[in-house]
C-alpha cells in the first residue's frame, strides 16, 4: 500500500482543489491511504477535510496542535501504514505527473528514500525569478558545507520513501520546522541508507504562488535549527 501524506495549515482556500486532485491522483497511483496532517488550522481546513473524509474512505484526518511544517509531515508520516511513503505540499506545486513519475523511480530504483531534485537550469526553475534562483542555491550550498550532506536538493517539498525507512527516521527526528528534510536525509546518510533523486521542474505560475515561507528569517532560524542537530 502506498500512503500519501499532506501537511496542512489553514488551507481552506485552497483545499477543495487539493483534495479533487488527490482524489483522481490516488486512484489512478493505487494510493491506499490519503493523511492530511492538520497543524492546528485556524480557519476551516479541518471541518473541509471532515467532510471530504466522509466522502472518501481513504482519507485519513490528523488534528495535531501548531508545531511546525516538520511536526505535522512527522505526525503524519508516523501514522502512515504503507509499504510505501509519499510526501508533498498541500498546493500540489509539483503536479500530479511529477508525483507519479517520482514514485515510478522509486520503484524501480532500490533507494530507501527518493527525493525530488531542482536544478539551476531555466527549465527546471522557469517559475521562480533570478533572485529566488541565486537565494534557493545558496541556500542549499550552505547546508550542504554545514551537514556535509551529499543530497543536491534538501529542501524539495516531495520525497518518497520505503515504508519502514519512513518510520524509523521520523520517529528519531525533533525538528517541527522547515529544516526537518535536512534532519531526516542527515540520519538516514549517517545510517547509509540509500538516497536517490529524481529531476523535477518547478511550474510556471510557482512564483506567484502566497508563499508563507518569510525568507529571511525562516533562512536564519533553518541554520539555528541545523546547528542544534
Keep these: 500500500m502506498i500512503s500519501l501524506v499532506i501537511p496542512v495549515y489553514n488551507e481552506e482556500r485552497i483545499l477543495p482543489d487539493t483534495i479533487a486532485a488527490l482524489s483522481g491522483f490516488c486512484t489512478r497511483e493505487g494510493v491506499g491511504e ?3 496532517s492538520d497543524d492546528g488550522s485556524s ?10 473524509r466522509r466522502r472518501d ?5 490528523l488534528r495535531n496542535p501548531h508545531r511546525g ?30 508525483m507519479a513519475g517520482l514514485l515510478r523511480a522509486h520503484r524501480e530504483g532500490g533507494a530507501d528514500i527518493t527525493v525530488a531534485t531542482r536544478t539551476l537550469g531555466e527549465e527546471s526553475y522557469g517559475g521562480y525569478s533570478a533572485l529566488r534562483r541565486w537565494g534557493s542555491e545558496a541556500m542549499r550550498r550552505l547546508i550542504r558545507l554545514r551537514t556535509g550532506l551529499r543530497v543536491r536538493d534538501i529542501q524539495a517539498g516531495l520525497k518518497c520513501f520505503n515504508g519502514e525507512a519512513a518510520r524509523t527516521l521520523f520517529a528519531r527526528c525533533r525538528c517541527d520546522g522547515f529544516a526537518f528534510d535536512t534532519e531526516v536525509l542527515l540520519l538516514a546518510q549517517r545510517e547509509g541508507r540509500v538516497i536517490g533523486e529524481f529531476p523535477v521542474k518547478m511550474p510556471p505560475q510557482a512564483e506567484q504562488r502566497e508563499s508563507r515561507v518569510r525568507p529571511v ?3 536564519l532560524k533553518m541554520l539555528w535549527e541545523i546547528g542544534r542537530m
Design 217 to 219: 528569517r525562516d533562512a
Design 69 to 98: 511544517k516538520g511536526g505535522a509531515v512527522r505526525a503524519g508520516v508516523l501514522a502512515s501504514r504503507g509499504e510505501t511513503v509519499l510526501f508533498t505540499d498541500c498546493d500540489l506545486a509539483y503536479g500530479a505527473d511529477q
Design 43 to 52: 480557519d476551516g481546513s479541518a471541518a473541509l477535510l471532515e467532510e471530504a
Design 34 to 36: 490519503l493523511i492530511f
Design 57 to 61: 474512505g481513504r482519507i485519513r484526518l
